[in-house]
């Protein structure tokens, strides 16, 4: 108990520096990069080689994929925007914890 009270700014400064490199790497980790990933071009072809197969003809199983399809697309959606709320989070700590730290203390 000492050590984190003798050591407080120090590891307040750390702690801080941790949060706000934790903050940037998520965001840049989860922006999405220009243009296609080779995933993508391999799934646009496979439905592409889907859809000639099947032909023309509208069934039953392809409206249950267009609602799985919305369904996955929502997903994706909420999943961003906790990833983004994480992101402000975590920089926010961040720069609580830097700025505690560098306030002038009351002795």
Request: proline content about 2%; cysteine-free; charged content about 25%.
């Amino acid at each position: 108990m000492d050590f984190f009270l003798k050591h407080k700014t120090v590891l307040l400064r750390s702690l801080g520096a941790v949060m706000l490199l934790v903050g940037f790497g998520v965001h840049f980790w989860v922006t999405p990069k220009e243009g296609l990933s080779a995933n993508q071009k391999a799934a646009a072809n496979v439905a592409r080689m889907e859809a000639k197969v099947r032909g023309g003809g509208s069934s039953s199983s392809e409206s249950q994929k267009k609602d799985d399809s919305k369904f996955l697309d929502e997903l994706k959606n909420t999943q961003e925007k906790q990833m983004q709320y994480l992101t402000i989070i975590a920089m926010i700590v961040g720069v609580g914890f830097l700025g505690y730290s560098f306030m002038p203390k009351k002795d």
